[in-house]
Structures are given as structure tokens and as C-alpha cells.
């Protein structure tokens, strides 16, 4: 490790085949913590290049307990974290409206590293249990349409590098990450991203692919469509910039969207939202992120997606698919 450090901090460039074969070793306890500590504060120093970042995404899915969901033909609204915003967990909410709308969800989370609850804080606050076990997990997106897949039971390689990145408490390439390693590797996807660079990177590596997908970042920082300024959008089909009016008239403020400032907290603004008692903004954000998904997942217009999603919330139908995913 000491002459990829020494090479690296040298401005060497991974090849993408070093890259997986680094992050393997890695995986593998092959270097000790302040090394791998060393090489995660890299790439905040400089930009993970393309090559990088296709190596890094080889090896974790090479090494992770897969998971095939293909006959439910799932979509994953995940983002990248590492925003810094702290706003309530808006893609996982997304998710259960998606799912209360009648379509399959794969959802992947992790625990937040730079924000105070991540999806799998709240979610485990709310009493669900995490589980590998594919017969539930299975059981789970057939009764109540989602499955919620946290990544740590499914990337054990990187046990290792977990409290370090915990101990750092800032966003590493890990973040960069997150939405491609879903272990069910689903074939739909709505993908938020904390920078216009990043955004750069997926827009590549996804157009490699043959997925159906959305990628999102909004301008002012955002991994997601916040309705607080303007927004790019790269599918499949186009690559735009849209404001808020595209979805509602209203712009919203950065404090309409505070997420709290403990897990406990995170998850009553959680709950709120989903029994059909949230802000207007809350509302009206969720259901925003929630259209995009089912509009990709179906191919429905964006005004029957945002009527599905607001029927879904709505009538407590979101609701239903939390209670029977935890009572699962």
C-alpha cells in the first residue's frame, strides 16, 4: 500500500482494473486503517476519474451476496448522500409512495456517514429488521412491494472500511458509489448526485448500461429534486434543466426541508409525512422524487405519475406498504 499511496498522492491515475484489484485487496484486510484512511482523503483532494470509478463499482459487485429480484423487474431510488443539507429522508419516503402506487421497489441504504440519519437510521428506528435472507426479502417486495436492502449485510468485504469512514465523518467515494452496487442490480433507477462532476461520471457510466434511469442534481446542491432552485435531469431519452414549476408553482426553502437533528427526530418527521400529515413542502418534494420513479418505471406522463403519487400518499396506501414491510 505504501507505493500506491506514494503514487497516487503523485497524481498517478488508477486504471480501472488497479482500481478493483486495490479496492479488493482493500476488502480483503490486506492494509491497516490508517492506510485505507489515507487513501479514502485522496479523492477529496482530487477528482475520481471515470476509469476509477467503474473499478470501484467492479470489485464491490463482484464481491457482494447478490440478489436476484429480475422477476419483479424493481426500481431503486437511491442517492448519493453527501449533499450536507440535512433534509428529511426523501428518497426512501419516494420509495414507499412508488411502492403504494403498485410498483415493485428495490430500495438500497446504508447508515448516514455526513448526515444525521440515513435511510437505514431511520428505517431501523421505525423497527424494521434488517436481513440478507433472500426468501424474505423475496416475501417482502410480494406483499407489500418493497424490499429494503442495507448495504452492509450485502457488502460484507467492506466491513473494514465502514468505522473508518464513520471515524472521517465526511463524504468519501463510497458516497459516489452507493446507488450503483444495489445488489439486485435492478434494470430501473432514479439516481440523485451531489455535484454537476459527478453527475458527469454517472451520465457516462450509465449510458454504458441498459438501464432505464434518471439522474438527478439540483444546482444548489441537492441529491435530489429539492423544488428549492432549478435541476438537471438525465435519462435515457434527455438531458435538461428544469425548475420547480415543472412539477408544482411553488419554490421551496431550504428550511422546509430540514430532516431534524437526531435519528429520533428524523423518523417523527418520517412518520408525519407518510400518514398523510406532512407540509405542504414535505408533500409536495416526496411526491416530486416519487413521480420521476413512476414515470421511469412505467412510462406513464408526468401528470398521471404525480396523480399516482399523490393518490398514494393520499390514501394511506404509502402507509400500508411501510406497515406490511415491517410486520414482514
Do not use: W
Not at 3 to 12: C, D, G, R
Not at 178 to 189: A, D, F, I, L, T
Not at 190 to 216: A, T
Not at 244 to 264: A, M, R
Amino acid at each position: 500500500m505504501k507505493k500506491v499511496l506514494e503514487s497516487l498522492h503523485n497524481h498517478h491515475i488508477l486504471s480501472r482494473n488497479e482500481a478493483k484489484e486495490l479496492l479488493t485487496n482493500i476488502s480483503q484486510g490486506a492494509f491497516n486503517s490508517s492506510q485505507i484512511a489515507s487513501f479514502l482523503t485522496i479523492y477529496l483532494m482530487r477528482k475520481i476519474t471515470i476509469e476509477e470509478l467503474a473499478g470501484f463499482r467492479d470489485a464491490l459487485l463482484e464481491l457482494c451476496i447478490p440478489v436476484d429480484l429480475s422477476a419483479y423487474d424493481p426500481i431503486d431510488l437511491c442517492g448519493t448522500g453527501g449533499d450536507g443539507k440535512n433534509t428529511f429522508n426523501i428518497s426512501t419516503l419516494a420509495s414507499f409512495v412508488v411502492a403504494g402506487a403498485g410498483i415493485k421497489v428495490a430500495k438500497h441504504g446504508n447508515y448516514g456517514v455526513s448526515s444525521t440519519s440515513g435511510s437505514s437510521n431511520v428505517m431501523e428506528k421505525l423497527g424494521y429488521t434488517f436481513t440478507n435472507d433472500l426468501g424474505k426479502i423475496e416475501k417482502q417486495i410480494e406483499e407489500s412491494n418493497i424490499c429494503f436492502l442495507h448495504a452492509p449485510l450485502f457488502h460484507p468485504a467492506m466491513k473494514l472500511v465502514a468505522p473508518i469512514r464513520k471515524e472521517l465523518g465526511v463524504k468519501t467515494f463510497f458516497n459516489m458509489l452507493g446507488p450503483m452496487v444495489n445488489p439486485s442490480k435492478p434494470n430501473k433507477q432514479i439516481v440523485g448526485v451531489y455535484s454537476l462532476e459527478l453527475l458527469r461520471l454517472y451520465k457516462y457510466l450509465y449510458q454504458q448500461s441498459d438501464k432505464k434511469y434518471s439522474i438527478i442534481y439540483s444546482l444548489d446542491g441537492y441529491d435530489e429534486i429539492s423544488l428549492t432552485g432549478d435541476f438537471r435531469l438525465v435519462s435515457n431519452t434527455e438531458d435538461s434543466l428544469k425548475s420547480p414549476e415543472y412539477y408544482f408553482s411553488k419554490t421551496l426553502k431550504q428550511e422546509q426541508l430540514f430532516g431534524g437533528d437526531s435519528v429520533e427526530e428524523s423518523a417523527k418527521i418520517f412518520t408525519k409525512i407518510i400518514s398523510g400529515e406532512g407540509t405542504e413542502a414535505q408533500n409536495s418534494v416526496v411526491i416530486a422524487n416519487a413521480a420521476t420513479a413512476i414515470q421511469v418505471s412505467t412510462g406513464k406522463s408526468l401528470e398521471d405519475a404525480i396523480e399516482a403519487a399523490k393518490e398514494s400518499l393520499k390514501s394511506g396506501n404509502a402507509m400500508v406498504s411501510l406497515k406490511k414491510l415491517i410486520s414482514i
